[in-house]
């Protein structure tokens, strides 16, 4: 097996005034190449700003040994054999462990494995998922500092009784689709009459869930919260999203504030680290009605045990390429159904939407077998670079038939935005010069 | 202000046999220039293992730009707005925030920019800190995400206090210096004769505290246990070393098997994320008159917050070269206190050694103003290669003298470590070759 990483960078787009200001949203993306007679490629990729990709491309490089001339069956063989050599990889270790750059990098790195893997087995990833023996499933994941939580036995009794009914709800899947929200209408920075148009047009296409940014003036929150609530009327469901904002006693002061408009979660109030003041946040909030969501920047298995151990959170939201890929995020699926905490994946970005639904469809026909609470992010941006985008209809998200990890991007987005080389930076740092 | 930076590496030495197999103790080296007449160079490193150093370096030219053609007064006279640009990065902050790769590289060039200041104002580190009025230290912190445990007021009062006896205290550091520990004699894989043969020297040379590390097979932990304290009798000091090898139940079972040689803390028993799992050994450890430390692979000040909110430990151990510089230690220091626990930092690698001695003697003099229960790691390597080397002397960290961090490498060791171009690695890499 061959490994190649090669930036993807899309062009900067001024529809995203997030926390994170002056975004470029990119991509670290790794093509495994086989000589296999089928020719198929693995492709995985990793979210990131912008600058910094390079630091992530610099991590897979630092990783590809453990990948190249490998043989594919070997690495799904012993899978929890191999994500342990990415991840505790005796020098690398030390610049993780599990977290930040070279955890993003082993995400993309798995990813295109499992790309590669559902392939091979001409399936769509969350099918590959649904049809393998629950033993199997297992041997993909590394239990490793979760075991004061969740053992392999709790795990597979979980898996088996996921087995009940499992054939209705992957139909139902495939006529309904899973249910989805938006958050499209509703980013910091919007004018009113924006978020007005695009609400409407929201509506119109049959959403009925909402996400709303907050947390830089309380004013402004108000008056754009009161706006959307009225826009949408009493019965629908709205969310707040912080991005990290706050301290842990101003976040509760501020979500007080804003109680009146009947969120059903607070998302990133604080620190993604602070384990402990999201279960204060949340203690306070509950006399509310408001529940507490985090996790597209908690960065392993082990902060997520902790949110669930410690009633820190009544909503958990997975990030497809930042925890390590499929296998970290089985583990995860596992811990919030023995607690009874809802996934609610995080989406948007480069191609996290496309990954993602195969996690959430996965984990309501074998894993939760429940709706109840649950419904994952969707955002209309940058989906046609990718071979097989997103489909949604009526808010839900149509589960993919094509075999792989819808992960795959066109090869002309990638000769185009591929830095600095592809045409798109060639433009812009041309433009810069002059 | 201008930046550079170059990889340095050591030569892996088969004396450093750790959890982490087969390191190649390195650092990332930033090398702080200016357009100043006094031709002052600011020195700062990060401490890395071997491969995974090029990510780190690639992250430091990644964060160069907020560094370069800064003016050192703009810098320090805004130390707080400084260090929130580094670590808020719009772009940069997704593949952190404030951990791994990011936060190391940041750490290397805030070392760099703290001994540039020190060297300015003709002060050693820890002086430059002792010296410095309350307020303008407190400038230099970002309280971020932990003002439900410290604010600013709360930090101030702790400050204030430590100005009373500040006097005598120097003047016992400079007389008898800080405590300090060995790690030197029980790394594993040393046969029994080297660890016997180790604890001698270390004993004749006025040693009084010794770390054996631990966690691989029970009865050899045991073994070596045992000697270790025939060694150096029952009333000297014995600290345990498990470097994350155990989960949580794991842990406690092993320790308290291990209990009747009587250690003082058994430190990383489990993963470095894990503040829940600390809590549980800590409690469960109590009863047999065990404390629990960690910190070394603690990666942010939101960590730490949560240890002590927890009491997960009875003993902090920070490290230099991992938190955010002296800018972040100062509120790990000032939390420590404000809970009454023992900062007892983490030593050995590249240049830890030479770093940490300043911050621990700063804070006895100016914040704990104790001695109790605390103490120093020191490894005995590499200091060769350092201008301004540690000196110990009966088993005490003598305080530095010479202007600046401690942290600035001889010019023929950075020319011939540095990876690939020095004659080191060329011979090495031509030896593979062959």
Redesign the interface.
């Known amino acids: 097996m061959l490994g190649s990483a090669v930036q993807f960078s899309a062009q900067s787009s001024s529809a995203f005034l997030m926390r994170?200001?002056?975004?470029?949203y990119s991509a670290a993306y790794v093509v495994l190449e086989t000589d296999a007679e089928d020719g198929l490629q693995g492709c995985g990729l990793t979210?990131?700003?912008?600058?910094?990709t390079?630091?992530?491309v610099?991590?897979v490089n630092?990783l590809a040994h453990h990948v190249l001339h490998k043989d594919l069956g070997d690495i799904v063989g012993n899978f929890r054999g191999f994500y342990r050599e990415l991840t505790s990889?005796?020098?690398?270790?030390?610049?993780?462990?599990?977290?930040?750059?070279?955890?993003?990098a082993t995400a993309a790195i798995l990813n295109a494995v499992w790309d590669l893997w559902a392939k091979r087995e001409g399936k769509p990833l969350w099918k590959l998922l649904v049809d393998m023996d629950p033993r199997m499933l297992l041997s993909c994941i590394d239990f490793?500092?979760i075991?004061?939580v969740l053992t392999e036995e709790d795990a597979l009794e979980i898996l088996q009784n996921g087995q009940v009914g499992k054939k209705e709800r992957e139909d139902q899947m495939l006529t309904q689709g899973y249910p989805a929200y938006t958050t499209s209408c509703a980013w910091l920075g919007y004018s009113d009459d924006l978020l007005k148009q695009l609400c409407t047009a929201a509506l119109e296409d049959g959403w009925t869930r909402f996400k709303v940014k907050v947390g830089a003036d309380l004013e402004d929150d108000i008056r754009r919260c009161r706006l959307i609530r009225a826009m949408i009327g009493p019965e629908k469901i709205l969310m707040m999203d912080a991005n990290?904002r706050w301290?842990?006693?101003e976040a509760v002061e501020r979500m007080s504030q804003l109680a009146e408009f009947k969120p059903l979660w607070i998302e990133e109030p604080?620190?993604?680290?602070?384990?402990?003041?999201h279960a204060?946040i949340s203690k306070a909030l509950v006399p509310l009605g408001i529940g507490v969501a985090t996790g597209e920047?908690c960065?392993?298995r082990?902060?997520f045990?902790?949110l669930l151990?410690?009633n820190a959170v009544q909503f958990l939201q997975i990030d497809s390429c930042r925890l390590g890929s499929v296998n970290e995020i089985l583990s995860v699926l596992l811990m919030a159904k023995k607690f009874g905490i809802p996934v609610c994946p995080h989406a948007g970005g480069v191609g996290l939407c496309e990954l993602v639904q195969h996690l959430i469809i996965f984990d309501y026909i074998s894993v939760s077998a429940s709706l109840d609470n649950r419904m994952c992010e969707y955002v209309d941006h940058l989906h046609e670079h990718f071979k097989y985008p997103v489909q949604i209809k009526q808010a839900s998200y149509v589960p993919p038939k094509d075999a792989g990890y819808s992960s795959e991007m066109k090869e002309d987005s990638v000769r185009k935005h591929q830095y600095p080389d592809g045409e798109v930076w060639q433009k812009l740092l041309a433009a810069q010069e002059n």
């Open positions: 994170h200001t002056d975004p470029d979210f990131t700003l912008g600058r910094g390079e630091v992530v610099c991590a630092a990889d005796g020098q690398l270790r030390w610049i993780g462990p599990e977290k930040g750059v070279v955890h993003l490793r500092y075991t004061d990290q301290e842990v006693p604080t620190s993604p680290d602070d384990i402990l003041g204060a920047q960065h392993n082990v902060i045990k902790q151990q410690a």
